[in-house]
């Protein structure tokens, strides 16, 4: 079982470059996450998804992009990186909410913006 | 906007019962709640989930008062390898559109 799979797992970016981070899951759930999280600090919910075609902002989505277009795949785009966007970054699914909403998260992407 | 606050830090000694307790004020009611464990470098991973009363699995127990606006997650017999950092998490938003939205955390020291 893969669960959720990210690529890649470490990136260096310079300041201005574009990247996607790719995340998938094959356990045909329906909700998926991207969070961030800086050293020493709590994870923040970048963009979500409630299936395919459907995305909403979380809490700091400014400066990142994602799209929705299988169940399977939920790819982050950072279109001029900044070094403010270095952290880890995480994403996570679940079949629902509530009694179902278990979030099975991918083992993260460090990336580090110079 | 639920929101929840637990306590930063906590310590305890192998053996111990551990009680890390959340405040969430403003859950609203088809929110439940859940409580995930945080090693170093890696996701985080659920422990236990429950909407009230008390909710037991073979890792811990989750206590859930009536009015539901707080929530204590009790470790039993803990040792050094539950050092780690624990988020109570619960839903926001609408019915059937959940936005989780992760706390600050507790970050539990274990010692022998």
């Known amino acids: 079982n893969a669960g959720v799979t990210q690529t890649p797992k470490f990136r260096i970016l310079k300041i201005g470059q574009s990247m996607t981070l790719q995340c998938a899951q094959d356990?045909?759930?329906?909700?998926m996450y991207w969070y961030r999280q800086d050293p020493g600090m709590g994870l923040k919910l970048i963009y979500y998804s409630v299936g395919a075609g459907i995305t909403d902002k979380g809490e700091v989505p400014n400066g990142y992009n994602v799209s929705r277009s299988t169940t399977e795949d939920f790819p982050l785009r950072l279109e001029l990186a900044a070094p403010s966007q270095t952290s880890v970054y995480f994403c996570a699914s679940s079949y629902g909410t509530g009694v179902t909403g278990e979030l099975f998260f991918g083992e993260g992407s460090r990336l580090t913006v110079l | 906007l639920a929101k929840t606050t637990q306590p930063i830090s906590m310590d305890s000694y192998e053996g111990q019962e551990v009680n890390i307790t959340c405040s969430h004020n403003n859950i609203a009611t088809n929110d439940y709640i859940t409580w995930y464990q945080q090693f170093p470098s890696q996701g985080p991973r659920f422990i236990i989930q429950g909407y009230k009363t008390k909710v037991t699995n073979e890792v811990a127990s989750l206590f859930i008062p009536a009015d539901r606006k707080s929530s204590t997650l009790s470790l039993p017999r803990v040792s050094l390898s539950d050092t780690a950092v624990y988020y109570c998490l619960v839903g926001e938003g609408n019915t059937g559109f959940q936005k989780l939205v992760f706390g600050t955390g507790t970050r539990l020291l274990v010692s022998p």
């Open positions: 356990m045909n759930h329906n909700y």
